[in-house]
């Protein structure tokens, strides 16, 4: 994810590989990516830390605690962090500093590595809207970027951070379906993700209502309409409801 961000923010030209520093706890990473995208090498996090106007976290829930103790006295609340650690709050986040830190808190999802995320943000007790200008800056470059209160991260998580999975299945569903029927396996599967791409697309720039969109391609007494049906008759929505809930419960169990 910290890649996809690199590679979005230069694209984008939000900011010049000179402006922004990585660092990795392999020396070895750590020039491997500062090659890649021809940014700063950082020597070491502290230094990192002291250098940097926003530091963006991108390290597992469970390492956070070993990733922040080394800046509890160096990050100031002139500098703002920003984190995509999964289920970890803002409070918890702040608790690892000396002193006020402004913090930003994302959910981001995987297509974000092809320019077509979709990341929730929210702040924490210090930060305030130029803090949330910068997340929206840094993760718009990236796909979609929207606001949302902490209380509801557990439900971004089982939307659109876990949600990616959901359409890969569908999409592997479709393709197995088209090749049931007897297309061949690349054709079925191209057309299956073609049609999920033109479908979401349709819903992001026409603004109408899903359900609008389905009516239009539901003729009366159709093929749509006998699809619809089987997918009714197989608890299609609530299955969906279920995988959205389950998500968004463990996400909270884990966070807990």
Avoid: W
């Avoid at 080394?70 to 703002?80: E, Y």
């Avoid at 590595?113 to 910068?134: F, K, M, P, T, Y």
């Avoid at 949302?148 to 991260?153: A, N, R, Y």
């Avoid at 993700?193 to 009516?215: F, N, R, S, W």
Wanted: contains cysteine; hydrophobic residues 45%; aromatic residues 4%.
């Amino acid at each position: 994810m910290g890649g996809a961000l690199l590679r979005g923010l230069l694209a984008a030209g939000v900011y010049e590989p000179a402006q922004l520093t990585v660092f990795d706890a392999s020396a070895e990473r750590t020039q491997a990516v500062a090659q890649e995208f021809g940014v700063v090498a950082g020597q070491s996090l502290e230094e990192v830390a002291r250098d940097a106007q926003a530091l963006l976290l991108a390290v597992k829930p469970q390492v956070i605690g070993a990733a922040l103790e080394p800046l509890r006295d160096i990050l100031t609340p002139q500098q703002t962090l920003i984190s995509i650690a999964a289920g970890v709050s803002t409070a918890q986040l702040e608790s690892h500093f000396s002193q006020p830190v402004p913090v930003v808190r994302v959910m981001p999802n995987t297509p974000a590595l092809v320019g077509q995320g979709a990341s929730a943000i929210c702040l924490g007790a210090h930060a305030n809207e130029e803090h949330r200008a910068l997340g929206h800056r840094i993760f718009g470059a990236v796909g979609l970027s929207v606001d949302t209160q902490e209380k509801l991260m557990d439900a971004v998580t089982g939307l659109s951070g876990s949600g990616p999975a959901y359409v890969y299945l569908f999409i592997e569903a479709l393709s197995d379906a088209g090749v049931k029927m007897g297309l061949p396996r690349d054709v079925s599967t191209r057309l299956a993700a073609q049609t999920v791409l033109g479908g979401a697309q349709m819903v992001l720039e026409t603004g109408m209502h899903p359900g609008e969109l389905k009516d239009n391609v539901t003729s009366p007494g159709g093929t749509t309409i006998a699809a619809l049906h089987a997918l009714e008759n197989r608890a299609f929505r609530a299955a969906v409801y279920d995988a959205v809930e389950a998500s968004a419960n463990r996400s909270r169990e884990l966070s807990g």
